[in-house]
C-alpha cells in the first residue's frame, strides 16, 4: 500500500504533492511543506478525520486541507 498526497483550496480539484510509502511519511511531507510554504501562522493543533480510506488534515487555514490517500498496489 502507497500514501497519495493531495492539497486543496477552495474546494477546487485537489493536487497532487507526492506518493509515500507509510501515512507517517505523508504527514511529515505536509508538516514540511506548511512550515515552508504556508501564510498560515504554524499551529501545533491540527484536525484530523477519516473517511472511506482517506484521511483529511486540516492545519489552520480556512479554506485550504491536505488529503492522504490509501492507494492499493
Not at 509515500?20 to 511531507?29: G, L, P, R, S
Not at 491540527?46 to 498496489?73: L, M, Q
Amino acid at each position: 500500500m502507497t500514501y497519495n498526497l493531495y492539497f486543496q483550496i477552495n474546494d477546487k480539484e485537489p493536487e497532487f504533492q507526492g506518493q509515500f510509502n507509510t501515512e507517517k511519511e505523508a504527514i511529515y511531507a505536509v508538516r514540511k511543506i506548511v512550515d515552508e510554504k504556508s501564510s498560515v501562522t504554524h499551529t501545533d493543533t491540527w484536525r484530523f478525520w477519516n473517511k472511506d480510506g482517506v484521511t483529511y488534515i486540516d492545519y489552520g487555514a480556512h479554506n485550504a486541507r491536505y488529503i492522504i490517500e490509501e492507494v492499493n498496489i
